[in-house]
T-cell receptor
Framework: GAVVSQHPSRVICKSGTSVKIECRSLDFQATTMFWYRQFPKQSLMLMATSNEGSKATYEQGVEKDKFLINHASLTLSTLTVTSAHPEDSSFYIC?????????????FGSGTQLSVL | GNSVTQMEGPVTLSEEAFLTINCTYT??????LFWYVQYPGEGLQLLLK?????DKGSNKGFEATYRKETTSFHLEKGSVQVSDSAVYFC????????????FGTGTQLKVEL
């Protein structure tokens, strides 16, 4: 089946630094990618939706200048947490959907646990 | 707004025990309902789904019935195995909402010998 690879699985960084998370579709063209965030004991919350070659659409309350999303190719989307702070510590998950047989189906990465010190 | 409420975990069961993970939802309109499973170190995978009231989704021995009257989609399995240990997410998607899902918090299941 279709596979989405997400890296890194875990990252620890200092406050004020930026962190990049990659999400790759390995065997299909991901026309749309979604980024989610989950705080402890809370729901998985959609942060933004990105279509290849277009600017991402952010959900209400998500700062687009802080969470930079790039979806420049059909196999790669990146989420950059800029000037990270401890309150950004969370679990981030990407998912992707494609065309043809991969349309209407969501394929998820394994997630990235971000800890900001 | 739309929301999904799941029972808090972790749920710890002995092998061959009966499993129920409760899920209720609030939605405008008539959503499709899903259960996703995340095994350790892997991405979420679709386990089963139901698209309209009274539909029953089933897969790998798991079942869930779309109950409109109680706005519920409880996950059940008659006899769990150690290999079922994972995190289970209930989710909904509105008709016409594309692939935008609203998730619950996830429930961790631990099955012991």
């Amino acid at each position: 089946g279709a596979v989405v690879s997400q890296h890194p699985s875990r990252v620890i960084c200092k406050s004020g630094t930026s962190v990049k998370i990659e999400c790759r579709s390995l065997d299909f063209q991901a026309t749309t990618m979604f980024w989610y965030r989950q705080f402890p004991k809370q729901s998985l919350m959609l942060m933004a939706t990105s279509n290849e070659g277009s600017k991402a659409t952010y959900e209400q309350g998500v700062e687009k200048d802080k969470f930079l999303i790039n979806h420049a190719s059909l196999t790669l989307s990146t989420l950059t947490v800029t000037s990270a702070h401890p309150e950004d510590s969370s679990f981030y998950i990407c998912s992707a959907t494609g065309t043809g047989a991969q349309n209407e189906k969501l394929f998820f990465g394994s997630g990235t646990q971000l800890s900001v010190l | 707004g739309n929301s999904v409420t799941q029972m808090e975990g972790p749920v710890t069961l002995s092998e061959e025990a009966f499993l129920t993970i409760n899920c209720t939802y609030t939605a405008t309109g008539y959503p499709s309902l899903f259960w996703y499973v995340q095994y350790p170190g892997e991405g979420l995978q679709l386990l089963l789904k139901a698209t309209k009231a009274d539909d029953k989704g089933s897969n790998k021995g798991f079942e869930a019935t779309y109950r409109k009257e109680t706005t519920s989609f409880h996950l059940e399995k008659g006899s769990v195995q150690v290999s079922d240990s994972a995190v289970y997410f209930c989710a909904l998607k509105l008709t016409g909402g594309g692939n935008k899902l609203t998730f619950g918090t996830g429930t961790q299941l631990k099955v012991e010998l």
